[in-house]
């Protein structure tokens, strides 16, 4: 299974991007599909999670701003990111769970600016 992160990029404070994850196996394959980042410094965290049923979960400082979706048509899911803040820089990346075993795509940069 192959996970490709993607959509990053330089953002200005309250602005909006959205991310892509592209995956190699159908959505409905995994257990659930979650986004997480990793600022300098600091550990991996959980941004947001969606499960195979569609139900969703975020981290308390991204919700109302963030939300994850996914196209299975496409084996994709989203996160749209809105009213961006200089602490949401970080490199993002997202992670498929199966029993048993996790699949990690790369990462993709999120630089907010003030």
């Known amino acids: 299974v192959q996970l490709q992160a993607s959509g990053g990029g330089l953002v200005q404070v309250g602005g909006s991007l959205r991310l892509s994850c592209a995956a190699s196996?159908?959505?409905?394959?995994?257990?659930?599909i979650g986004w997480y980042r990793q600022a300098p410094g600091k550990q991996r965290e959980l941004v947001a999670i969606i499960s195979r049923g569609g139900s969703t979960g975020y981290l308390d400082s991204v919700k109302g701003r963030f939300i994850i979706s996914r196209d299975n048509l496409k084996n994709t899911v989203f996160l749209q990111m809105s009213t961006l803040k200089p602490e949401d820089t970080a490199v993002y990346y997202c992670?498929?769970?199966?029993?048993?075993?996790?699949?990690w795509g790369k990462g993709t940069q999120v630089t907010v600016s003030s």
């Open positions: 992670k498929a769970e199966l029993i048993g075993m996790d699949y």
């Open positions: 196996a159908s959505t409905f394959s995994f257990n659930a």
